[in-house]
RNA sequence: GGCGCAUUAGUCUAGCUGGUUUAGGACGCCGCCCUCUCAAGGCGGAGAUCACGGGUUCGAAUCCCGUAUGCGCUACCA
């Protein structure tokens, strides 16, 4: 049997990270199982799904790389068949219309909660004769058509991660399956699509696993045989609360946008509830494929730990050609106005390619990129405290016009031979060579810190570096 | 309130068919080395009475029960 998955976000906003980790092991389970993954857009509520959000989850699904197979299908667009499923429901006494009003509901929950009871649906409307339900409709009141739950005996529910849950059928009500206006619920819609679409596993979050009972009873009633379910655990904040918008980063998209690279977060999303062995950390994705399996995955929360993340982006970073890495700065630096918008070729690209290449290690997102290299792009921007540290101190001036002289004699401007200068006219002078170095740095990039000193000259060019130190020795 | 799930160092986790574990790896942290700054890299270190309390057993992180804590569900949200 080939196996079949889907990811089935509901587009009520950008794709959260736990959203995509959910999305992850569906994708890896259908390649490492050589099964079909499927996207099916969950937009039946109508008051908070909007046309954004499905741009924004496509897009970011896109950049993470997880193709489906099928789809995307909304379940907009699937209404007659949710109608003509729930019809035979009817038919065949698994559902029931409900004329109650979400007000009237509204108030016997509240009722019951504050008299210590359950609050569950007192199958009011079950036994609704014909007379009775034209009065209804006389009123112009439209049904909502409710599941006739099992009462009696247990539903178990066999998790592929979490084991056998049992859950007891009293504890489960009858749940409305379709609105008067004619679009229907989560657990219903769920269960149609998913037999209809031939599901053989179903992977989600544990926030369903309350649900599961209840589908697989819709499952009975039609008398289809129910998936395999996996729940999957939460993904939790820095302060073990579910991870959210208020934790900073929690949309994919945030983190494309600091230049995390996609690579690096699907490693570190395969790892928050999933290991391999005791030893692997870094999977490429093929890896990933060939190993994943939902034996592994773990039953407890994770906590989202950014700092980890941090090291892994670093690591794919320096795991790019200077070419890649290049590619993938661009962006950064355009829009930071650093580079035109238009495309960069030629001896321009070059020297890109050679400012990625002495930055590299530098980096644990792209966009850390600007910091590093914006006074190669434009005038220098004093840091304060570096003039105060370094170039006020005694002997700065004297110190950057020997070394603009020095320079001002090579005529071969590379890193190697500015090195190879700059130490002999350390030992002339008889000052360590760090001491002699740091005036030139905050002379060039106006800071303390700056990607290494030798390239950075030859990167400015002679004549913008002897500028700078020039302009610089105003400030000793 | 009811029901369900979870609980190994700051974090992600391995181990969980009981003994080979003085609980392994990674991030982070600390130190040393390298070094033109910052990184990267190399080496080393600290950090876990395996939530707590009982029980079963010759022996438990591993099995059972209870407690606590956290989270989820309890919607005409998914």
């Known amino acids: 049997m080939t196996t079949k998955v889907r990811f089935a976000p509901s587009p009520t906003g950008y794709l959260h990270v736990g959203g995509a980790r959910t999305a992850l092991f569906n994708w890896l389970f259908a390649k490492h199982t050589g099964g079909k993954f499927i996207l099916r857009i969950e937009d039946t509520d109508k008051e908070r799904s909007t046309e954004e959000a499905i741009e924004a989850i496509l897009a970011s699904m896109s950049w993470l790389g997880?193709?489906?197979?099928?789809?995307?299908?909304?379940?907009?667009?699937?209404?007659?068949?949710?109608?003509?499923?729930?019809?035979?429901?009817?038919?065949?006494?698994?559902?029931?219309?409900?004329?109650?009003?979400?007000?009237e509901l509204e108030k016997r929950r509240q009722e019951a909660l504050s008299s210590r009871g359950a609050p569950r649906y007192n199958r009011r409307c079950h036994d609704l004769?014909?007379?009775?339900?034209?009065?209804?409709?006389?009123?112009?009141?439209?049904?909502?058509?409710?599941?006739?739950?099992?009462?009696?005996?247990?539903?178990?529910?066999e998790d592929l991660v979490r084991g056998r849950v049992v859950f007891d059928n009293a504890e489960l009500d009858d749940l409305i399956i379709m609105r008067p206006d004619g679009l229907p619920t989560y657990n219903f819609a769920?269960?149609?699509?998913?037999?209809?679409?031939?599901?053989?596993?179903?992977i989600r979050g544990e926030d369903h696993l309350p649900n599961t009972p209840r589908q697989i009873q819709i499952?009975?009633?039609?008398?289809?045989?129910?998936?395999?379910?996996?729940?999957?655990?939460?993904?939790?904040?820095?302060?073990?609360?579910?991870?959210?918008?208020?934790?900073?980063?929690?949309?994919?998209?945030?983190?494309?946008?600091?230049?995390?690279?996609?690579?690096?977060?699907?490693?570190?999303?395969a790892l928050l509830g999933w290991a391999f062995d005791d030893k692997t950390t870094l999977f490429s994705r093929e890896e990933l494929k060939t190993?994943?399996?939902?034996?592994?995955?773990?039953?407890?929360?994770?906590v989202f730990d950014t700092a980890k993340l941090d090291w892994m982006n670093g690591q794919y970073i320096r795991d790019l050609s200077d070419a890649e890495l290049t590619e993938k700065l661009l962006p950064f630096w355009q829009d930071a106005q650093l580079l035109p918008a238009e495309e960069i070729t030629g001896e321009m690209r070059e020297e890109l390619i050679f400012l990625a290449s002495?930055?590299?290690e530098r980096l644990i997102k792209l966009s850390d990129i600007i910091g590093l290299t914006d006074f190669f792009f434009k005038d220098v921007d004093?840091?304060?405290?570096?003039?105060?540290?370094?170039?006020?101190?005694?002997?700065?001036?004297?110190?950057?016009?020997?070394?603009?002289?020095?320079?001002?004699?090579?005529?071969?401007?590379?890193?190697?031979?500015?090195?190879?200068?700059?130490?002999?006219?350390?030992?002339?002078?008889?000052?360590?060579?760090?001491?002699?170095?740091?005036?030139?740095?905050?002379?060039?990039?106006?800071?303390?810190?700056s990607p290494p000193l030798f390239e950075s000259l030859e990167a400015l060019g002679k004549e913008t570096s002897l500028a700078r130190i020039d302009a610089a020795k105003t400030l000793t």
Not at 292 to 299: A, E, Q, S
């Open 66 to 103: 997880l193709d489906w197979d099928e789809g995307p299908f909304y379940q907009t667009e699937r209404l007659d068949i949710y109608q003509k499923e729930a019809q035979k429901l009817v038919e065949s006494g698994s559902a029931y219309e409900c004329y109650c009003t979400p007000e």
């Open 129 to 157: 004769s014909s007379k009775e339900a034209s009065a209804y409709q006389a009123r112009g009141l439209k049904p909502s058509i409710r599941f006739y739950s099992e009462d009696k005996g247990e539903t178990i529910v």
């Open 190 to 202: 769920a269960v149609i699509d998913d037999l209809d679409m031939g599901m053989t596993h179903v």
């Open 219 to 269: 499952y009975k009633a039609m008398e289809a045989k129910p998936p395999a379910f996996a729940h999957l655990s939460m993904i939790l904040g820095e302060d073990k609360a579910p991870l959210s918008k208020r934790h900073g980063a929690a949309s994919v998209e945030v983190f494309r946008d600091q230049g995390y690279l996609s690579d690096a977060l699907i490693n570190f999303l």
């Open 291 to 302: 190993h994943f399996g939902l034996d592994k995955v773990t039953k407890s929360p994770a």
């Open 358 to 360: 002495i930055c590299r």
């Open 382 to 449: 004093f840091d304060e405290r570096a003039v105060n540290k370094v170039l006020k101190k005694e002997g700065a001036k004297e110190s950057l016009e020997a070394v603009a002289a020095k320079l001002n004699s090579i005529d071969n401007w590379s890193h190697q031979v500015i090195d190879e200068e700059l130490r002999a006219l350390a030992e002339e002078i008889g000052i360590k060579p760090g001491k002699l170095f740091q005036p030139i740095r905050v002379a060039i990039s106006g800071r303390m810190v």
